[in-house]
């Protein structure tokens, strides 16, 4: 696809035959869920009438879909995506599709509509783990993959900035139950596209789930090793680590700085701009995704990834110096330099520690990591940011990013994978 003179391109990743409509069937599905969280929560507040009941059904939609996300990547990986993904569609799709009714008009119990959301986070689709699986099928060369996950993460993060904006205009044309409706939609024509897509047919890694189909996959070295629960990496727990470590950094970052954006344009009577600073972020990871993605790295993602937190903490905790919205935005644009490259590492190396029976489950974890310390991160910044100087909760904020790195640096082991070009085979990776 691409000459070994010449490193490919974005291109060479979305002209591969079979992975652009399976890509734009998972991001159609996954645009679901950048509307679901601002629709549920205004559709729960106008019915209930009380933000406390509205927050606490919210909180439990998103505890269940983070925590039970690598349950149900496990049973992908056992079932396959084409017999997993339209059950629980269906199911989250109809569960959604009750809440809409139910809060199109007040007067809904709040515990019925708290159960009804929890249930219905216990059974979204993982599109975003399973995907990254197939572009891990699709794409053997590393070079190839690394471009491919920076567009993915990319992709994913501007889904989370239109999807908001989208879910607020159905909510001002019409009832904010509609963006409910719509989310349900969506992710049901999403997945359904995505199962029907030639590339899910003909994938390997999800005809993995039998002894015989993973020693075809691995080769007959390691057919042999022990394939229990315990056993969903290559190497020892220090592989699968390193990614969960360095997205649940992330997340905490992220969490914190969203209402520590709040909170600095508050203290400077300019709340509404604190959607230009969230632009000025994503914008930022969007261009260092891109970039991060076309380099072709001659050291491993172990290595790159304290680099990576390090550079992240560091700019997070200078942004608490900021002296007016317009150099917060400028510093949270930096910020996001390093957001996607490092979300990106991070499914690169739980791709690199998985065994390929069980990716998805892996990369589900690493989504977990992310979402759990994202929610960690906005609460524990909420507790200090009463009372402590603001730019001294920036320095806070930035403290997981930091020991990120310190966890890679003092990790047992060194990478024993190598990313200059071809898959490696039967290495366990760093």
Request: charged residues 10%; hydrophobic residues 55%; glycine residues 10%.
């Amino acid at each position: 696809m691409s000459s070994p003179s010449r490193p490919p391109s974005y291109v060479a990743v979305l002209s591969h035959p079979l992975a652009r409509r399976a890509f734009s069937a998972a991001l159609l599905g996954r645009l679901s869920y950048g509307t679901v969280f601002l629709s549920l929560t205004l559709a729960l507040t106008a019915t209930t009438g009380s933000y406390a009941l509205a927050g606490g059904a919210i909180a439990l939609f998103g505890l269940t879909t983070s925590v039970l996300a690598p349950l149900r990547a496990g049973l992908i990986d056992r079932y396959g995506p084409r017999r997993a993904l339209p059950p629980m569609a269906v199911l989250y799709a109809l569960l959604l599709t009750c809440l809409a009714v139910l809060t199109w008009r007040p007067g809904t119990p709040s515990g019925l509509l708290a159960a009804l959301a929890a249930v219905a986070g216990g059974c979204a689709p993982p599109l975003g783990p399973v995907m990254r699986t197939l572009w891990s099928d699709l794409l053997p060369d590393r070079m190839l993959l690394q471009r491919a996950y920076s567009l993915d993460t990319v992709a994913e993060e501007l889904l989370f900035v239109t999807g908001p904006l989208l879910a607020g205009l159905v909510a001002a044309l019409a009832n904010p139950a509609a963006g409910v409706a719509l989310s349900a939609a969506l992710i049901a024509i999403g997945t359904f596209a995505f199962v029907s897509a030639p590339a899910v047919r003909a994938a390997r890694s999800f005809r993995a789930g039998t002894s015989s189909a993973a020693a075809e996959v691995e080769g007959p070295g390691m057919a042999s090793a022990p394939a229990g629960p315990a056993r969903w990496w290559r190497g020892g727990a220090g592989t699968l680590m390193l990614p969960i470590a360095m997205s649940a950094a992330v997340g905490l970052c992220l969490g914190a700085l969203s209402l520590l954006m709040v909170a600095f344009a508050e203290r400077h009577d300019q709340t509404a701009a604190v959607a230009w600073v969230e632009a000025a972020l994503a914008a930022g990871s969007a261009v260092g995704g891109l970039a991060y993605g076309a380099v072709s790295w001659r050291v491993s993602g172990a290595v790159r990834s304290p680099v990576l937190t390090t550079a992240l903490g560091l700019a997070l905790a200078a942004a608490g110096a900021s002296s007016n919205l317009y150099t917060l935005a400028a510093a949270t644009c930096v910020i996001g330099l390093f957001v996607a490259p490092a979300l990106t590492t991070a499914y690169l190396l739980a791709d690199e520690s998985a065994r390929p029976e069980n990716r998805t489950r892996v990369g589900a974890w690493v989504n977990t990591a992310f979402n759990i310390g994202n929610s960690m991160g906005t609460a524990a910044v909420g507790l200090v940011v009463d009372g402590l100087p603001l730019g001294l909760c920036f320095v806070l904020a930035a403290t997981p990013a930091l020991l990120s790195a310190l966890i890679a640096v003092a990790r047992p082991g060194r990478p024993a994978t190598k990313p200059v070009r071809g898959r490696t085979h039967d290495l366990e990776a760093s």
